[in-house]
């Protein structure tokens, strides 16, 4: 079988270090979030834990003149985060990206670059319904090879 | 002050409404309120979409004290716990609708 698309091996490796949050040794601003691939389907509870949803949102080249010999792309996920509160959801982002920032090493063994964070918007969409959300965006630059693209 | 109406939402909650129960400074005020509860598309994202599900209370503003009915209070629906998020006038003022969650 041949290697994972990369934006799926991306999106795990990203979950794997979120799922850190909340456990030793480091220590966190909030307890153990539930963390998810994609949107949820039904209708987001009120937040009584931390919440963190993953997704891929684009994957764009970054050298489109290059040769053919090597195709770098940015691969860019969203993490949405999930709480009660404007305040929570920026405690909660800084744990995110607390957790990336950690998992460095493991991100530029796997991919040959750090995850680097992008832009954070609060969202308001949700307030109607006692929920506040943040949309954090995380990148990270990879080269495709031609046998794990 | 009288307001237009008022003579027909009393028994209209009466008859419609469900028991909501606010506690402002100390004593419980009880009367009918009628509940919306909705799930709707609020936010779309690149692959999905957040659906939230939106309560909201009708109350007839003369059975409340208006100062009590603000964002973070506690509030009884049918003998469930909730929030207010928010409560704003409606109508020439006879109502009041008031956004909650469940807590």
Not at chain 2, 14 to 32: R, W
């Amino acid at each position: 079988m041949p290697a994972a698309a990369t934006e799926n091996r991306v999106i795990d490796a990203v979950i794997t270090r979120l799922q850190t949050i909340g456990t030793p040794p480091s220590s966190w601003n909030v307890a153990t979030p539930e963390v998810a691939e994609g949107v949820p389907p039904d209708p987001v509870p009120v937040p009584n834990k931390a919440r963190l949803y993953v997704e891929h949102s684009r994957t764009d080249p970054t050298n489109p003149d290059a040769g053919t010999a090597s195709h770098y792309h940015r691969v860019s996920l969203v993490v949405w985060c999930v709480a009660k509160t404007p305040r929570d959801v920026a405690t909660l982002k800084s744990d995110v990206l607390r957790a990336l920032f950690a998992g460095e090493g493991t991100f530029t063994a796997s991919f040959g670059q750090p995850m680097w964070p992008g832009e954070f918007v609060q969202r308001r969409d949700l307030s109607d319904a006692g929920v506040a959300v943040g949309q954090q965006v995380v990148f990270v630059d990879v080269e495709l090879t031609h046998s794990a693209p | 002050m009288a307001r237009f109406g008022d003579s027909k939402t009393g028994p209209m909650m009466d008859k419609f409404g469900i028991p909501v129960v606010l506690t402002y400074l100390g004593a419980d005020y009880l009367s009918n309120g009628i509940r919306d509860e909705v799930d709707e598309t609020m936010l779309e994202t690149d692959t999905g979409a957040f659906v939230g599900r939106t309560i909201v209370l009708t109350l007839r503003r003369g059975d409340f004290p208006e100062a009590g009915l603000v964002s973070d209070a506690l509030i009884t629906v049918d003998g469930e716990d909730m929030t207010i998020i928010s409560a704003a006038r409606r109508e020439d003022g006879s109502l009041v609708r008031v956004l909650c969650a469940r807590t």
